[in-house]
């Protein structure tokens, strides 16, 4: 549905920090599935860990968060997503976050987000990370769409 270069076209973020490899899914206003292929040469696993490498938590969780800002600004009008390149989201809360399973490179990491609640620029959503259809990670994030 949306590839990387799509997905720049909507977030500000850039390697190293984008986290959304593909979307996959997305229903405007209700879910979106998107994935990060984890891969070796990625730069946080020069330090988690050496010799043991394993793909950080909050990574996940701001991977999960990325693609909710892709579902937060594909579920606006068609206005608000032309003014989207002013507009950034941002972190309110994070609750409920659970860690189940360790994620390693060469995992495909796939992103599972429903809308809990929305109302006005806030946006409360229910994330899951899955590795092999396995649960990896969860998390109820809150973000903002705030201007620049």
Not at 76 to 99: L, T
Not at 135 to 148: F, G, R, S, W
């Amino acid at each position: 549905m949306l590839d990387v270069v799509e997905i720049q076209k909507i977030l500000p973020h850039r390697y190293p920090f984008l986290l959304v490899d593909r979307v996959v899914e997305l229903e405007k206003g209700k879910s979106v599935k998107a994935y990060k292929n984890v891969s070796i040469s990625e730069p946080v696993f020069e330090g988690h860990f050496p010799g043991h490498p394993i793909y950080p938590g909050v990574m996940i969780i701001e991977g999960m968060a990325q693609a909710g800002g892709v579902l937060a600004f594909l579920s606006s009008s068609e206005e608000e997503q032309e003014a989207a390149k002013d507009k950034v989201v941002y972190f309110m809360s994070i609750d409920k976050a659970k860690f189940r399973n360790p994620v390693r490179p060469g995992d495909k990491l796939e992103y599972h987000l429903e809308v809990i609640k929305h109302r006005g620029s806030i946006w409360v959503l229910d994330g899951k990370a899955y590795v092999d259809g396995n649960l990896v990670a969860e998390a109820e994030l809150k973000a903002m769409i705030v201007d620049k």
